[in-house]
Nanobody, 124 residues
């Protein structure tokens, strides 16, 4: 329904930072989130944001290190990742759901559009 294009992944040393971007086509009213999947593990929710940016949610392991934000004028969502560690190594996926409620969606099943994914590798 909505096309999502992620960028910003790469190789970074432990303690370093990366900023992921997700550009979305279509309307502004999308709850959006970031998920990640490490080898041998299930895809997990990382961070989410309501369509207007008023609400954000994070899993405990990234609180204080990651920041999700959005620029609705550019229809783009960002994930600023600081103090990266090896456990953050994964393929990161952007997800979107057209919804006008100002809530954060934390379940993968709640989203209906997904990006291709961008690899984040943290070396120790």
């Amino acid at each position: 329904q909505v096309q999502l294009v992620e960028s910003g992944g790469g190789l970074v040393q432990a303690g370093g930072s990366l900023r992921l971007s997700c550009a979305a086509s279509g309307r502004t009213f999308y709850a959006m989130g970031w998920f990640r999947q490490a080898p041998g593990k299930e895809r997990e929710f990382v961070a989410g944001i309501s369509w207007n940016g008023g609400r954000t949610s994070y899993i405990d392991s990234v609180k204080g290190r990651f920041t999700i934000s959005r620029d609705n004028a550019k229809n783009t969502v960002y994930l600023q990742m600081n103090s990266l560690n090896a456990d953050d190594t994964a393929v990161y996926y952007c997800a979107a759901k057209a919804i006008r409620l100002g809530i954060v969606l934390m379940s993968a099943a709640g989203y209906d559009s997904w990006g291709q994914g961008t690899q984040v590798t943290v070396s120790s």
